[in-house]
């Protein structure tokens, strides 16, 4: 399997996270890309390539423009007026106030940014162009007939949708891929979400549409962020009326409580939906050990994960999601991509 990757993720490097009411060490950080290309190098998965570049066009079609142009020119606008600290809201257009984006920075922020936890800093927008040249390439050699392709992307993307950025997540790379390959001639392209977290930007994306399906297994978000979206009656809506699957987890669910029934209903909803190809967002935050995650999937589940991934035998793209245990973010998501290859 061909794997694209680009180090110059390692350009955004967020300083500290608000947690429970405390700073602490940010929990994307570079080491997971690099362990996750490190460990595609040592098992010997397959080439690896650096994406050619895309510029933002790919990006416009699934997020609008101002919200591409506020990612790209946030930080400059930032530095000139608060300094060197990361750029992080404080205030945000919550339910009873009004939709009005602001002229300054600070509201600005607040406007198009749905959390705390997700800075711009000086490097943010170089990583989220090699992302999106990532995912393109990655979406551009399953197009010439790779029947798999690994992007290998950081940060995730799959929270992100049209006009919102949260959870680490600024461009949603997992719905670049999928509207590419739509763009090239893909008539239904299929999305599964297997990252802990659910993909609210992605269902956001596609949620009135016939011709990208979104299925996604995560932990319960009654319980656990994003909070607000990613309840099981969320169907889809007009053309996408149910083109929208989502199975949410009680906290503590492992492999045989739960998960792997979850991913037969997936694959059976992805299958009677007969896509030209697939996207997985490939989250690996489902692992027991997981410092943010609270699923309980053991090492050995990913590549049962990958195998059965495979007996849907489509064309699929693998885009990089979530995974925080940083010495075994390399290894489980490796672990999917080889369950993959061997079955
Ligand atoms: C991004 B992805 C935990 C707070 C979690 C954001 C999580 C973003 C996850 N107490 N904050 O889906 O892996
Ligand atoms: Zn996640």
């Known amino acids: 399997m061909l794997t694209v990757y680009s180090d110059a993720h390692q350009a955004h490097h967020a300083k500290q996270e608000l947690i429970g009411g405390q700073f602490q060490p940010a929990f994307d950080t570079p080491q997971r890309a690099v362990n996750i290309i490190e460990r595609v190098a040592e ?3 397959g080439r690896i390539v650096t994406p050619e570049a895309h510029g933002t066009a790919p990006a416009l079609r699934v997020h609008s423009s101002r919200f591409i142009e506020f990612l790209r020119t946030a930080w400059s606008e930032w530095h000139a007026k608060k300094g060197d600290s990361d750029a992080i809201p404080l205030i945000w257009p919550s339910r009873t106030l009004r939709d009005i984006e602001p002229r300054d920075i600070e509201g600005r922020l607040g406007y198009f940014c749905a959390d705390a936890g997700t800075p711009i800093t000086a490097g943010t927008w170089k990583m989220v162009q090699a992302g999106i040249d990532v995912a393109c390439t990655a979406a551009d050699a ?5 029947r798999a392709v690994f992007a290998a992307t950081r940060p995730p993307g799959h ?3 049209k006009e919102l950025f949260l959870g680490y997540c600024y461009v949603n790379f997992a719905a670049v891929a999928a509207q590419r390959l739509i763009d090239q001639g893909n008539r239904r392209v299929a999305v599964l979400d297997v990252d802990y977290h659910h993909g ?5 994306i596609f949620y009135d549409r016939s011709d990208v399906l979104f299925v996604s297994i995560h932990a ?13 009656d969320e169907t889809g809506t ?16 492992g492999w045989n409580s739960g998960y792997a029934q ?21 989250g690996v935050d489902t692992y027991e050990l997981d410092p943010i995650g609270q699923l309980a ?35 489980n998501a490796v672990e999917v991509l080889r369950g993959y290859e061997s079955a």
């Open 220 to 232: 319960d978000t009654r319980d656990v962020f994003p909070f607000f979206l990613g309840h099981a």
């Open 43 to 45: 098992v010997g998965l």
């Open 142 to 146: 399953l197009q010439r007939g790779d």
């Open 262 to 282: 979850a991913l037969q209903q997936a694959l059976e909803r992805i299958e009677a939906f007969r896509p030209d190809c697939l996207v997985v967002s490939l």
């Open 297 to 331: 999937l053991r090492c050995e589940d990913y590549a049962e994960i990958g195998k059965s991934i495979r007996s849907l035998a489509l064309p699929t793209c693998f885009v990089m999601e979530g995974g925080y245990m940083v010495d075994h973010v390399g290894i």
């Open 159 to 161: 929270h992100a949708g």
């Open 200 to 204: 609210n930007g992605t269902q956001e």
């Open 238 to 253: 007009a053309d996408g009326e149910g083109f929208n699957l989502n199975l949410p987890q009680a906290l503590g669910t």
